[in-house]
């Protein structure tokens, strides 16, 4: 059936995000429509603010450029060399180890377990095939350039202390893996994966044979 | 962890909306920022959009006013009075048959059968104990006095000729179903329920003992 214009293009603009079907998209508009145009106004300027977010120039992490940085009279390129996220530019944290992972929630994740300090590095959403993609070719020669330049200062002579492959234990995030080790091995010291094995809280009678084997195979 | 303060914003104007946890929020935020500034535009300016509309004076479906009535000029309360859906103003169909929905999306489902001509009216979600909140009541007045100043055209002398309540099959729809029917009876010549029963396409060895004893109850 017909429905207003506004909300026909609400729910089709909705739909094109991930993990949300038109049904999800349809009944979030009547919802929006009932919580009236105060949520609406608020909700639509939040997103119009997010156009406001750059990618961190080490990490790929989106970042909130300064406001001084933002200035009109700056030299664009050069702003833009500049922009660094909140870790990348942390003092306190290690520069000479870097965990790739895939995507800025993978990051999230793995920081708010509080166990990691040295810097990361987003290679963006491994394909199905496991192959990279051209743009993310683009990411990992980024990387190796900024290990060469020093400019995430590293062990010296271009290589870097240890690189962490921090992929889904999947059979996709394994073959990237290899892919991208064989790239990264020459600039860096070491190169390591995250631990395999039982989740802790997790019952062995119900864990598969997969994640079984792998915490045999890697028992300590 | 500290995200920049328009990605929090984001997340958290998006976790109001129900069946959106924060987790589904932030996987959708960096989704957005990675699909650029032009898709955040546009998603912003649907939802701005999305201000324009106005529940039908009639039946409470959102509804756009045609811009001539949007005009500045215009009489607020005027205007209102007029503001009617498409199905409310659709000539062709029979005024005197209304449906109670809970929903919008249930009146969409309702409407894409094809199988109903009659006119809607929406109650809006009911809440979980069954009895409806003060402003349903001030919706369910509203009907009653519709019918009564005959604006929905009726059967005469303030009745109509049927009115339908459209509910979902649980013990929480058939519980306002029996008092909205109450309320109702004294306005209309017949009150009707849905039908109750094996759904078409369905199993009997899958159905549940609920649906089974309606569909034997109610076999024609």
Redesign the interface.
């Known amino acids: ?7 026909e ?2 729910i089709a ?2 739909s ?5 079907g038109p049904r ?1 998209a ?8 009932r ?1 009236g ?1 105060i ?15 750059q990618p961190c120039t080490h990490c790929f992490f ?3 450029a300064p406001k001084s940085e933002l200035s009109p009279h700056a030299d664009n390129k050069d702003q833009n060399q500049k922009l660094r996220c ?1 870790i990348c530019k942390d003092p306190r944290r290690t520069p000479t180890i870097i965990m790739v992972v895939e ?3 993978d990051l ?1 994740s793995l ?2 377990s509080g166990k990691f300090n040295g810097h990361y590095f987003i290679i963006g959403e491994i394909p199905k095939t496991g192959i990279l993609e051209e743009w993310q070719n683009l990411r990992l020669a980024h990387l190796k350039s900024l290990i060469q330049k020093e400019l995430i200062p590293s062990a010296g002579s271009g290589h870097t202390e240890e690189i962490i492959l921090g992929f889904n234990p999947t059979s996709v995030g394994d073959f990237s893996a290899s892919l991208i080790a064989r790239e990264l091995k020459p600039f860096t010291k070491k190169i390591s994966y995250l631990g395999r094995g039982l989740p802790t809280g997790g019952e062995i009678e119900f864990a598969d044979d997969e994640t079984l084997g792998s915490a045999l195979e890697r028992r300590s």
């Open positions: 059936m017909r429905l207003p214009s506004p909300i293009q609400f603009k909705l094109e995000l991930p993990s949300l999800q349809t009944r979030l508009a009547f919802h929006l429509l919580m145009n949520s609406m106004k608020e909700l639509g300027d939040a997103i119009h603010d997010m156009r406001t977010i989106p970042t909130q909140h995507k800025e929630t999230i920081e708010k």
